[in-house]
Protein backbone atom coordinates (compact mmCIF):
# COMPACT_ATOMS: atom_id res chain seq x y z
CA UNK A 1 0.00 0.00 0.00
CA UNK A 2 2.74 2.72 0.79
CA UNK A 3 4.87 1.83 -2.35
CA UNK A 4 1.46 2.37 -4.54
CA UNK A 5 0.68 5.32 -2.76
CA UNK A 6 4.05 6.70 -3.30
CA UNK A 7 4.30 5.22 -7.03
CA UNK A 8 0.64 7.83 -7.27
CA UNK A 9 1.68 10.41 -4.97
CA UNK A 10 5.15 11.28 -6.74
CA UNK A 11 3.50 10.74 -10.32
CA UNK A 12 0.69 13.53 -9.81
CA UNK A 13 3.03 15.89 -8.42
CA UNK A 14 5.42 15.45 -10.60
CA UNK A 15 2.48 16.51 -13.17
CA UNK A 16 1.27 19.10 -11.15
CA UNK A 17 4.35 20.83 -10.18
CA UNK A 18 5.81 20.11 -13.70
CA UNK A 19 5.64 24.50 -14.59
CA UNK A 20 7.61 24.94 -11.27
CA UNK A 21 10.42 22.79 -12.04
CA UNK A 22 10.52 23.64 -15.67
CA UNK A 23 10.51 27.51 -14.43
CA UNK A 24 13.42 26.36 -11.91
CA UNK A 25 15.32 24.68 -14.44
CA UNK A 26 16.02 28.02 -16.29
CA UNK A 27 16.64 30.33 -13.47
CA UNK A 28 19.30 27.74 -12.29
CA UNK A 29 20.59 27.17 -15.98
CA UNK A 30 21.38 31.15 -16.25
CA UNK A 31 22.90 31.91 -12.45
CA UNK A 32 25.35 30.47 -10.36
CA UNK A 33 27.43 28.07 -12.07
CA UNK A 34 24.89 27.22 -14.43
CA UNK A 35 24.29 24.04 -13.01
CA UNK A 36 20.50 22.68 -12.74
CA UNK A 37 20.90 19.45 -10.69
CA UNK A 38 22.90 17.82 -8.24
CA UNK A 39 23.72 14.28 -7.64
CA UNK A 40 25.35 12.30 -4.58
CA UNK A 41 25.61 9.30 -3.82
CA UNK A 42 23.34 8.83 -0.31
CA UNK A 43 22.63 5.08 1.93
CA UNK A 44 19.28 3.37 0.55
CA UNK A 45 17.73 0.32 2.35
CA UNK A 46 18.96 -2.01 3.14
CA UNK A 47 22.71 0.19 2.56
CA UNK A 48 22.18 -0.56 -1.06
CA UNK A 49 23.59 3.24 -2.74
CA UNK A 50 21.91 5.27 -4.78
CA UNK A 51 22.26 8.50 -6.27
CA UNK A 52 19.75 11.61 -5.19
CA UNK A 53 18.47 14.17 -7.25
CA UNK A 54 18.30 17.73 -6.02
CA UNK A 55 18.07 21.27 -7.65
CA UNK A 56 21.82 22.66 -7.40
CA UNK A 57 21.93 24.80 -4.38
CA UNK A 58 25.84 24.90 -3.47
CA UNK A 59 28.99 25.27 -5.09
CA UNK A 60 29.77 22.33 -7.39
CA UNK A 61 32.87 20.99 -5.64
CA UNK A 62 30.96 22.21 -1.45
CA UNK A 63 31.55 18.58 -0.26
CA UNK A 64 35.13 18.67 -0.42
CA UNK A 65 35.59 22.60 1.18
CA UNK A 66 34.71 23.57 4.80
CA UNK A 67 31.76 21.80 6.06
CA UNK A 68 31.21 18.85 4.29
CA UNK A 69 28.56 16.98 3.91
CA UNK A 70 27.27 19.48 7.14
CA UNK A 71 25.77 22.55 5.93
CA UNK A 72 24.91 25.47 8.02
CA UNK A 73 21.72 28.10 7.36
CA UNK A 74 24.23 30.74 6.52
CA UNK A 75 27.23 28.27 4.50
CA UNK A 76 29.01 30.15 2.31
CA UNK A 77 29.53 27.54 0.11
CA UNK A 78 25.32 28.06 -1.03
CA UNK A 79 24.48 30.41 -4.15
CA UNK A 80 22.28 33.34 -3.83
CA UNK A 81 19.27 31.38 -5.91
CA UNK A 82 20.08 28.32 -3.74
CA UNK A 83 18.80 30.01 -0.51
CA UNK A 84 15.91 30.18 -1.54
CA UNK A 85 15.25 27.08 -2.74
CA UNK A 86 16.59 25.84 0.14
CA UNK A 87 14.56 27.77 2.54
CA UNK A 88 11.04 26.67 0.66
CA UNK A 89 12.00 23.19 0.18
CA UNK A 90 11.96 23.59 -3.27
CA UNK A 91 15.50 21.70 -4.15
CA UNK A 92 14.27 18.75 -2.89
CA UNK A 93 11.45 18.41 -5.13
CA UNK A 94 13.73 16.73 -7.94
CA UNK A 95 13.92 13.56 -5.50
CA UNK A 96 9.96 12.84 -6.88
CA UNK A 97 11.67 11.40 -9.13
CA UNK A 98 13.86 9.07 -6.68
CA UNK A 99 10.30 8.49 -4.99
CA UNK A 100 8.32 7.25 -8.23
CA UNK A 101 11.76 4.90 -9.32
CA UNK A 102 11.71 3.24 -5.53
CA UNK A 103 14.91 4.23 -4.25
CA UNK A 104 12.85 6.57 -1.53
CA UNK A 105 9.46 6.99 0.12
CA UNK A 106 7.23 10.23 0.50
CA UNK A 107 7.41 9.25 4.52
CA UNK A 108 11.01 7.88 5.83
CA UNK A 109 14.30 8.86 7.44
CA UNK A 110 15.96 11.23 5.28
CA UNK A 111 18.89 9.16 3.12
CA UNK A 112 22.30 10.30 4.54
CA UNK A 113 25.84 10.22 2.97
CA UNK A 114 27.80 7.41 4.40
CA UNK A 115 29.72 10.30 6.14
CA UNK A 116 26.76 11.42 8.16
CA UNK A 117 25.48 7.75 8.47
CA UNK A 118 28.33 7.24 10.55
CA UNK A 119 27.73 9.70 13.11
CA UNK A 120 25.06 7.71 14.51
CA UNK A 121 24.74 5.58 17.20
CA UNK A 122 25.56 2.35 15.03
CA UNK A 123 22.82 0.32 17.07
CA UNK A 124 20.03 3.16 16.27
CA UNK A 125 21.22 3.33 12.63
CA UNK A 126 21.00 -0.43 12.57
CA UNK A 127 17.36 -0.02 12.59
CA UNK A 128 16.66 2.78 10.68
CA UNK A 129 18.59 1.25 7.91
CA UNK A 130 16.00 -1.59 7.81
CA UNK A 131 13.33 1.69 6.29
CA UNK A 132 13.19 3.09 2.67
CA UNK A 133 14.46 6.69 3.20
CA UNK A 134 11.78 9.82 2.79
CA UNK A 135 11.11 13.22 1.46
CA UNK A 136 10.48 13.96 4.75
CA UNK A 137 9.24 12.18 8.26
CA UNK A 138 9.51 13.06 11.47
CA UNK A 139 13.16 13.86 11.85
CA UNK A 140 12.86 16.38 9.04
CA UNK A 141 9.87 18.01 10.43
CA UNK A 142 11.63 17.99 14.40
CA UNK A 143 14.66 19.10 12.82
CA UNK A 144 13.48 21.33 9.89
CA UNK A 145 15.74 24.20 11.28
CA UNK A 146 18.97 22.27 11.85
CA UNK A 147 21.13 24.02 9.23
CA UNK A 148 20.36 27.56 11.58
CA UNK A 149 20.82 25.68 14.51
CA UNK A 150 24.43 24.82 13.47
CA UNK A 151 25.12 28.24 12.22
CA UNK A 152 27.38 29.21 15.46
CA UNK A 153 29.27 26.09 15.25
CA UNK A 154 32.87 25.82 14.10
CA UNK A 155 32.52 22.23 14.54
CA UNK A 156 29.33 21.25 13.26
CA UNK A 157 30.21 17.32 13.15
CA UNK A 158 31.28 17.59 16.77
CA UNK A 159 27.54 19.25 17.51
CA UNK A 160 25.61 16.68 14.99
CA UNK A 161 27.00 13.92 16.26
CA UNK A 162 26.68 14.92 19.94
CA UNK A 163 23.24 16.21 19.79
CA UNK A 164 21.95 15.97 16.98
CA UNK A 165 22.38 12.83 15.43
CA UNK A 166 21.38 10.44 18.89
CA UNK A 167 17.62 12.86 19.04
CA UNK A 168 17.34 12.67 15.54
CA UNK A 169 17.66 8.48 15.48
CA UNK A 170 14.93 8.10 18.59
CA UNK A 171 12.77 9.43 16.34
CA UNK A 172 13.34 7.66 13.17
CA UNK A 173 13.31 4.68 15.92
CA UNK A 174 9.97 6.05 17.08
CA UNK A 175 8.73 5.38 13.57
CA UNK A 176 9.75 2.46 12.53
CA UNK A 177 7.85 1.34 15.50
CA UNK A 178 4.91 2.66 14.48
CA UNK A 179 4.40 3.41 11.16
CA UNK A 180 1.29 3.11 9.08
CA UNK A 181 -0.23 4.30 5.93
CA UNK A 182 -2.50 7.10 8.60
CA UNK A 183 0.31 7.85 10.16
CA UNK A 184 2.50 9.00 6.99
CA UNK A 185 -0.28 10.96 5.68
CA UNK A 186 -0.62 12.98 9.23
CA UNK A 187 3.76 13.23 8.64
CA UNK A 188 2.66 14.68 5.02
CA UNK A 189 0.47 17.37 6.08
CA UNK A 190 2.46 18.49 9.20
CA UNK A 191 5.52 18.63 6.67
CA UNK A 192 3.02 21.17 4.60
CA UNK A 193 2.43 23.08 7.62
CA UNK A 194 5.59 23.94 8.53
CA UNK A 195 6.90 25.13 5.31
CA UNK A 196 4.18 27.86 6.54
CA UNK A 197 4.57 27.80 10.04
CA UNK A 198 8.39 27.29 11.24
CA UNK A 199 7.75 27.82 14.48
CA UNK A 200 4.91 24.75 14.74
CA UNK A 201 5.25 22.61 17.62
CA UNK A 202 5.14 19.21 16.68
CA UNK A 203 5.37 17.79 20.21
CA UNK A 204 1.84 18.57 20.75
CA UNK A 205 0.40 16.24 17.97
CA UNK A 206 2.39 13.24 18.85
CA UNK A 207 2.03 12.38 22.79
CA UNK A 208 4.45 9.64 22.53
CA UNK A 209 7.19 11.03 20.78
CA UNK A 210 10.62 10.86 22.47
CA UNK A 211 11.35 14.43 24.27
CA UNK A 212 14.10 16.42 23.34
CA UNK A 213 17.11 16.49 25.87
CA UNK A 214 18.37 19.42 27.40
CA UNK A 215 21.32 19.52 25.31
CA UNK A 216 19.02 20.04 22.22
CA UNK A 217 16.68 22.62 23.82
CA UNK A 218 19.79 24.83 24.77
CA UNK A 219 20.55 24.36 21.06
CA UNK A 220 17.59 25.37 19.76
CA UNK A 221 17.51 28.57 22.20
CA UNK A 222 20.90 29.58 20.77
CA UNK A 223 19.92 29.26 17.42
CA UNK A 224 16.62 30.97 18.36
CA UNK A 225 18.60 34.05 20.36
CA UNK A 226 21.13 34.63 17.41
CA UNK A 227 18.18 35.16 14.63
Known amino acids: MKRL ?13 SPLLLAVIVILRFTGEGEIFYR ?35 DPRVLPVGRVLRKTKI ?30 PAEQWAIINQLRPGLSGIGSIVFRDEERML ?9 YSEVIAPYKAALEIWYSQRQSFWLDL ?33 LKHRASAAA
Open 40 to 74: QQRIGRGGRMFDILKFATMLKNSPNMAGGDITSGN
Open 91 to 120: NELPQLFNIFNGDMSIIGPRPLTKRVAALF
Open 151 to 159: DSFDDRTKI
Open 186 to 218: KLITLTVAAVFKPDLDVQRFFSDLPPPPPELMA
Open 5 to 17: FDIFASGLAIAIL
